[in-house]
């Protein structure tokens, strides 16, 4: 596709409740990465994919967030027994390569409310 | 492990002021650098970079940002905003070279005000 997609847009869930938000690259990016928009924060790197290489989740906040990249391409970010502080904007972005010139591509992002 | 660090978390500026927002890095070799806008209700969006060459980097929307070296900064300047310049504006670096992720600042948040 043109750009990155995330779905859904928005999700809200009840604490304790597993969740899973999907990030489409754009086509061709072998690098993939997720990031938390916490209100009033910055973006936090949670975990990173590039081509068949093992991912990098030293961003990762808990054993409860993990993250899968299929065939290279589509990826999902699981969160397990949801907590309220998850509540956040989580980003998913690609780039060409790691080292990209072109720098990344934000997908919109998914709003996760933990109620 | 570099850092990030952007100074001014809230900026408020009238229409034709100059704006100039601060970056600093943490990180002992040589690094790309960015600067990313997030308008309100949309996506993050590339601003300028820089990778090597002339220190200063001119990017969209008349924004320029100056590459320090010896200051490990990479400021931000605009001569003269606009009401549509409102958003908030993020710094981010990775290590050159290699597999290494993009890491931000906490944003600055720019208000206009016509």
């Known amino acids: 596709g043109a750009g990155v997609s995330q779905s859904p847009s928005n999700k809200v869930t009840e604490k304790g409740k597993d969740v899973e938000l999907r990030c489409d690259p754009i086509?061709?990016?072998?690098?993939l990465y997720w990031y938390r928009q916490s209100l009033g924060q910055g973006l936090e790197f949670l975990i990173y994919?590039?081509?068949?290489?093992?991912?990098?989740k030293s961003g990762l906040p808990s054993d409860r967030f993990s993250a899968e990249r299929t065939g290279g391409s589509v990826s999902t970010l699981t969160i397990q027994r949801t907590q309220q502080e998850d509540s956040a904007v989580y980003l998913c972005?690609?780039?060409?390569?790691?080292?990209?010139?072109?720098?990344?591509?934000f997908g919109s992002g998914t709003r996760l409310t933990v109620v | 492990a570099q850092s990030v660090s952007q100074h001014n978390h809230h900026v408020i500026l009238s229409e034709a002021a100059s704006l100039e927002l601060g970056c600093n890095y943490s990180?002992?070799?040589?690094?790309?650098l960015f600067w990313y806008v997030q308008y309100p209700g949309q996506h993050l969006q590339l601003l300028l970079k820089?990778?090597?060459?002339?220190?200063l980097v001119k990017g969209i929307k008349g924004f320029e940002a100056e590459f320090i070296k010896s200051k490990f900064s990479f400021n931000l300047r605009k001569p003269s905003v606009q009401w549509s310049d409102t958003a908030e504006y993020f710094c981010?670096?990775?290590?050159?070279?290699?597999?290494?992720?993009?890491?931000f600042g906490a944003g600055t948040r720019l208000a206009v005000h016509p």
């Open positions: 994919f590039q081509g068949n290489s093992a991912p990098d």
């Open positions: 086509s061709g990016h072998t690098a």
């Open positions: 990180y002992g070799g040589t690094v790309n």
């Open positions: 981010a670096v990775n290590a050159r070279g290699g597999y290494n992720k993009l890491i």
């Open positions: 820089y990778f090597s060459g002339d220190p």
């Open positions: 972005a690609s780039s060409l390569r790691p080292d990209s010139i072109y720098g990344y591509t």
